[in-house]
């Protein structure tokens, strides 16, 4: 599996300035590594590219 960001990075686009962590603390590896069978991950590829999707998503404040 590949895949295109950190856990790091994930968290860091989805926490708004007025909140807590959204809670993206696992990473795709401890992910597959507790798969049955286990799976293999590959990256961050192109995390730039990736988080561009993520942008302004995370900013709203849900009510």
Known sequence: ???GLSSARLMELST???GKPMGFTITA??????????????GPRYEDEAA???VGFWSSEIT
Request: charged content about 5%; proline content about 17%; overall charge negative.
């Open 1 to 3: 599996m590949v895949y």
């Open 16 to 18: 708004p300035p007025w």
């Open 29 to 42: 590896g401890q992910i597959g590594g507790g798969a049955t069978p286990p799976m293999v991950f590959d």
């Open 52 to 54: 561009a999707a993520h």
